[in-house]
């Protein structure tokens, strides 16, 4: 009896060795569960390797600083897919966007010519405004409605109101739905990600309160330039120079516009010369220099003329970039044939897009086209020299080119088909041109220039139709606008005369016509040599 209570006494286990409990037979000790009563299973021991410590739990603040990263992820990705908006300011089409940046400011990019950084404000994001482009119906209706400038600020600022709302609500749905979205990558836990969400939108308001609370409205008087305009200062100059210019532009383009109808008074008083209604009427233009007036004052040129053909030699661009292709749609429209070869800052993307554009005529490489019954070759100018990141050949280049032009024109008048107006952008390059041509036209001067050359023929240079460009905004003395009317016999298509029209620069109300006759055709008065003077003197337009 005492070895079988001794064999039911339980023995201890060794040190070290887990006890070993099998299921079976309640064990002595431990009472039945009570009738109706579930037994609860037994807890779950997690097994440890000898020596093994368990892993603390998380750290809140790790957890914390996790989620921040995420939220500040997600929104910079939501930001940069989702946060942008389309905004019309005025005549010009712009997208603006907020980016995350270390020093804020704003970033303004103008594709022709670079970028403009303004230190606006101090805070954890940027604005970026991009100027997609100049609307040419919103443009053409502000020059044919000068009174409309007078509302042009007031416009603009409504435009940039509601922009930067439209802005505002893009942002906040950009950065809350990229750092949920991003939560519920990382976290797969639907709280989570939406707390992601919530801390993105607070730490964009915070944000948006430090911008409002550094505003610095001056910081336009003084940007940096990059890009283009870094090193080409003298096209743009300074904002403080833009900022006061351009109120005298838009005021003193109205009164440019006028002149226009003042000069056909003008014209029709000048004696000497009287165009035979069947005679040829080409209208010379050159170096526009993206001024939108430009279209306007050639297409009431060509409608008070009657002009034939209109030849462009070139620099009707800036710099020749794809974001300005579009100003050039308005050649399709201006009621004659155009005709136009490239100039130094015009692009071979410039010269591809205006061959696509109806009633236009590119030329190069001596190529040579007819139009009105005029015989016209052309060479474009192997030089593009906004692109800095090519080194300029000089003269040499401008030779060679015209070498080819003089060439073609060879060939044309071996085959009995002899070439009546040779142009070409640069001077030096279409004075290859002498004795196989009767007339040679070209530009690149911003200035006239009229000479016989050598061999006899007579080049004529034409000033800039664009009055310079960007460039009116800048110079003291405001650049003229020039262009010239040539009337050609239309059987022999030769020079029987020519019209020399100016329109005064910005800030001028100047308009002048002056009448020229070839030696040839002038009347020599008595005991004197007949030499190219103007037939009329040129006379003022009411100021």
């Known amino acids: 009896m005492a070895r079988a209570a001794r064999s039911r006494t339980p023995h201890p286990d060794p040190p070290g060795r887990p ?41 809140p603040y790790a957890r914390a600083a996790g989620l921040v990263v995420v939220s500040l992820l997600g929104a910079w990705l939501g930001l940069l897919l989702l946060g942008g908006v389309d905004a019309p300011v005025g005549p010009m089409d712009t997208s603006m966007a907020l980016r995350p940046s270390l020093t804020g400011g704003t970033r303004i990019t103008v594709p022709p ?6 230190d606006s404000h101090r805070a954890p994001v940027r604005l970026d405004v991009d100027v997609d482009r100049l609307d040419p119906a919103r443009s053409a209706a502000l020059i044919d409605h000068p009174e409309r400038f007078a509302g042009l600020q007031r416009q603009v600022t409504h435009d940039v109101l509601r922009g930067a709302a439209g802005l505002v609500a893009a942002s906040c749905a950009a950065v809350v739905g990229g750092a949920t979205a991003l939560g519920l990558v990382v976290y797969r836990r639907p709280r989570r990600a939406l707390a992601a969400g919530g801390l993105a939108l607070a730490l964009l308001a915070a944000s948006g309160a430090a911008a409002y609370a550094t505003w610095n409205p001056k910081s336009v008087l003084e940007p ?26 838009q005021k003193e383009l109205a009164r440019l516009v006028t002149n226009v109808s003042k000069l056909y008074d003008t014209a029709s008083t000048l004696p000497a010369y009287q165009p035979d209604p069947t005679t040829l009427r080409v209208l010379h233009v050159s170096d526009i220099h993206l001024n939108p007036a430009s279209w306007h004052i050639i297409a009431s040129l060509v409608q008070q003329y009657r002009i034939n053909v209109i030849v462009d030699t070139g620099d009707t661009m800036d710099h020749g970039s794809a974001a300005e292709n579009h100003f050039l749609d308005p050649v399709a429209t201006l009621g004659a044939p155009y005709v136009w070869v490239r100039g130094n800052h015009d692009s071979r993307t410039t010269q591809r897009y205006l061959a696509t554009r109806r009633h236009v005529t590119v030329l190069d490489d001596g190529q040579v086209t007819q139009v009105a019954g005029v015989r016209i070759a052309g060479v474009g100018d192997p030089q593009f020299t906004p692109d800095r990141s ?7 280049a401008e030779r060679t080119a015209g070498g080819k032009l003089a ?38 001067l911003h200035h006239r220039e009229i000479s016989t050359l050598p061999q006899g023929t007579l080049l004529m240079v034409e000033g800039s139709t664009g009055g310079g460009g960007l460039r009116a905004v ?26 020399e029209i100016t329109l005064g620069g910005l800030g001028l109300t100047r308009a002048e016509v002056s009448r020229h006759l070839p030696r040839e055709n002038q009347p020599a008065a008595p005991g004197t040599t007949p030499s190219a003077h103007p037939s009329a003197t040129p006379s003022d337009g009411p100021g």
Do not use: C, M
């Open 19 to 59: 006890r070993l409990r099998l299921p079976g037979p309640r064990r002595a000790g431990r009472p039945f569960p009570r009738p109706g009563t579930a037994r609860r299973p037994p807890a779950v021991r997690r097994r440890t390797r000898p020596g093994a410590t368990l892993a603390p739990p998380a750290r």
């Open 113 to 118: 010519l670079g970028d403009l950084e303004l």
């Open 407 to 444: 060439d073609a024109l060879r060939t044309q008048r071996l085959a009995g088909t002899p070439v009546d107006l040779a142009l070409a952008h640069n001077p030096t390059a279409v004075t290859e041109a002498d004795g196989l041509v009767p007339l040679a036209l070209a530009g690149h």
């Open 224 to 249: 940096r330039f990059s890009g283009l305009l870094s090193s080409a200062p003298s096209v743009v100059g300074t904002a403080r120079n833009i900022v006061s210019e351009f109120d005298v532009y």
């Open 390 to 396: 090519v080194a300029a050949a000089g003269d040499a």
């Open 474 to 499: 800048q110079n003291t003395q405001p650049a003229p606008v020039q262009a010239s009317v040539l009337y050609l016999d239309r059987t022999t298509k030769r020079l029987q005369a020519w019209d």
